[in-house]
């Protein structure tokens, strides 16, 4: 199973003021960065954008692989300890976004961590950089992002070796992370806080926080560092990963590991709980949200996380020597929305009068631009060079700040001789060229149209240099019927029939995802729920 870290972040510049947040899905083994997202939302208060970043991570993980493990890191207190299950939610603007992030993975697949704002520098560049664009009026674009410049040291030790074994390997995972933790983490200094904006009354229960919290953290540093107790990072109380690797090693430094470990605890706890005091205690006050302040287990519950990573999986028969295959190319296939034609259910292939969408359509289009900037996964789109599709594409690229660019390959089969009539009509006029095109894969419709099987060596074609092109990447293509049943098809392995024994409905989207040793994996098809909202 393979495992991800989600580092996600939000900001309003206001509170409630424009916001925009960020959120970069990684490589839990190797630290690589495999996919960013970000978008400025419009009005909103803190709060609310770190929950639509929180969102965007997890989608964006889940498009990666919707099996993986992931390890969500924050700078905000109030969301991890709101998803954790600690605290109760009950501001309005949260609870939904709350209630939908839940349902992105299993429960027993994501897990969450607090960690200081210098921590989390990609995350929040991300969302800087959405609200510089929306500033602007524009919308931010992968293609100009330097969000991931600077954020993470270089290595000062030699490169670990490569894990061997399926993809996301327990085991290699596990020495990676042993050796991180080895190294061991300076702790980061706590923020100054800006004087409060709210009440008298909120600004005695932000200060009153920060002495209780700040009290917690000296007491627990305190008894860390007199214990020498070796069960006790398993209770939850020491965070002492630096001392187990040092008592593995022999080296004899365990208790100055742990004396360590605990100051370097403290410090995080002040840095979290003044965080939480500044960006959602006091908020949270005015509608009863109760929660733990002053916890020092926060770094146990990292080398908790990176323990749970460490224990082997089952192994799988015939994987024991397979290769890491890297992120896919995931073919986000959407249908354009609906012309004139689509509810008269005419045929409407490249050979006909190429209609314009219809206002429901161009509605349509909008609404699929809307859910994907939400998600914030597409990196490019490409399009038909039909009418229809460059008309939706260029909806939702001008929403995701994209250019689109045309590819032939996409466009819709040639029906000959029944293009703009009903399916009806053409069994009356043509019984057998319809009969024969239903029963064979080449035949041809009336009057010299396109076979399907000359429509799929031409889709296939577009697929092997799409997936070439952004292999890694996630790219949006705006296409026809056809095409997107060909390529599911071809995923599948399935026959020609099968064309016939699916649904497509207009505007809707469907996924594929290519991997490096050529198999694919449908991941989606014919989702409508965007136009349901």
């Known amino acids: 199973m393979r495992e991800f ?25 190797t ?21 639509r970043g929180l969102l965007a991570g997890l989608r964006t993980a889940h498009a990666l692989d919707p099996t993986a493990r992931v390890h969500v890191r ?36 994501v897990t969450y961590e607090w960690i200081p704002r210098d921590r989390n520098k990609h995350a929040d560049r991300l969302a ?25 040291p270089a290595p000062t030790e030699p490169p670990l070796p490569e894990p061997s074994g399926p993809p996301g390997d327990a085991v290699a995972g596990a020495a990676k992370a042993r050796a991180a933790l080895a190294t061991g983490r300076a702790a980061a200094p706590a923020k100054p806080l800006a ?3 709210e009440d008298d009354v909120e600004a005695e229960a932000v200060r009153a926080v920060e002495a209780d919290a700040a009290r917690a953290a000296e007491a627990e540093a305190g008894r860390v560092a007199e214990a020498d107790v070796p069960g006790a990072a398993e209770a939850g109380t020491t965070p002492v990963a630096e001392a187990d690797v040092a008592r ?13 470990a605990a100051r370097a605890a403290a410090e995080e706890a002040r840095a979290a ?31 908790r996380a990176a323990r749970t990573v460490a224990t082997p999986a089952p192994s799988t028969p015939g994987w024991s020597a397979a290769p890491d295959l890297g992120a896919p190319a995931t073919l986000v296939l959407l249908r354009h929305g609906e012309t004139p034609l689509t509810p008269q259910k005419r045929f409407s292939g490249s050979g006909g009068t190429d209609p314009s969408l219809s206002d429901v359509g161009r509605e349509q289009a909008q609404r699929v631009a809307t859910a994907l900037a939400r998600r914030g996964t597409i990196q490019a789109v490409v399009a038909s060079p039909l009418a229809r599709t460059r008309e939706t594409a260029g909806i939702v690229a001008a929403r995701l700040g994209l250019r689109v660019t045309i590819d032939d390959g996409l466009r819709e089969t040639d029906f000959g001789a029944w293009e703009g009539l009903t399916f009806g009509e053409v069994r009356e006029r043509h019984p057998e060229d319809l009969n024969a095109w239903l029963a064979d894969p080449e035949a041809h419709p009336t009057g010299g149209g396109e076979s399907f099987t000359e429509t799929a060596a031409r889709v296939e074609a577009a697929r092997h240099r799409l997936v070439a092109a952004y292999a890694g990447r996630t790219v949006l ?10 390529f599911v098809r071809l995923a599948l392995g399935a026959p020609p029939e099968a064309l016939f024994r699916m649904e497509l409905s207009a505007a809707s989207l469907s996924a594929v995802a290519y991997y490096a040793d050529g198999n694919a994996s449908v991941r989606l098809f014919n989702d409508t729920s965007h136009l349901r909202t």
Do not use: C
């Open 248 to 260: 593995a090693a022999g080296t004899g430094a365990a208790r100055t590991a742990e004396a360590d």
């Open 273 to 303: 709980d003044a965080d939480a005091a500044h960006t959602g205690v006091a908020d949270e006050a005015r509608t009863g949200v109760a929660g733990p302040v002053g916890e020092a287990g926060t770094r146990a519950a990292g080398v």
């Open 128 to 152: 800087n950089e959405a609200m510089d664009a929306g500033a602007k009026g524009e919308q931010w674009s992968p293609g100009t992002s330097r969000a991931a410049l600077g954020t993470r």
């Open 195 to 197: 004087a409060p904006a």
């Open 477 to 486: 293509l705006v296409t026809h019927v056809t095409p997107i049943k060909t």
């Open 5 to 29: 870290f989600v580092e996600a972040d939000g900001g309003s510049r206001g509170n409630p003021g424009p916001a925009g947040y960020g959120a970069v899905v990684g490589d839990a083994a």
């Open 74 to 109: 924050m700078d905000s207190k109030l969301v991890v300890e709101q998803m954790s299950g600690r605290w109760k939610i009950k501001h309005p603007d949260m609870k939904p976004l709350a209630a939908e992030a839940r349902t992105v993975f299993p429960a027993d697949q």
């Open 31 to 51: 630290g690589e960065t495999l996919a960013e997202a970000a978008e400025y939302i419009g009005v909103a208060t803190n709060n609310v954008a770190e929950y």
